[in-house]
């Protein structure tokens, strides 16, 4: 089992930044079997979509194309924590962003196995 705690969510003006935060425990974190990681988020009347993704090591990210270029996922093994920095916000960015791990990394959500409850980042126009 694992569990995922988000946390830095919150209110930015467009063109902003924020870092968000996922703290993982449970399963050792850092060992050869542990999980790959995304970050996903759902806004009010639309499907939780991708976000992007970290591998176990960290040496393999990937994102999606609205994001990328203004994104960064990183992750610190000896914390238990993965991270999504968050530069030149847009107001299409408001959602509530979850952070997810998955046995193989990959960008659909129904392959990851584990969620955490999701924190709200909301972009000011």
């Known amino acids: 089992q694992v569990q995922l705690v988000e946390s830095g969510g919150g209110l930015v003006q467009a063109g902003g930044s924020l870092r968000l935060s996922c703290a993982a425990s449970?399963?050792?974190?850092?060992?050869?079997?542990?999980?790959?990681m995304g970050w996903f988020r759902q806004a009010p009347g639309k499907e939780r979509e991708f976000v992007a993704t970290?591998?176990?090591?960290?040496?393999?990210?990937n994102y999606a194309d609205s994001v990328k270029g203004r994104f960064t996922i990183s992750r610190d093994n000896a914390k238990n924590t993965v991270y999504l920095q968050m530069n030149s916000l847009k107001p299409e960015d408001s959602a509530v962003y979850y952070c997810a791990a998955t046995g193989k990394i990959n960008d659909r959500r129904n392959e990851y196995d584990y969620w955490g409850q999701g924190t709200q980042v909301t972009v000011s126009s």
């Open positions: 970290i591998s176990w090591r960290g040496s393999i990210t």
């Open positions: 449970g399963r050792t974190f850092g060992s050869y079997n542990s999980y790959n």
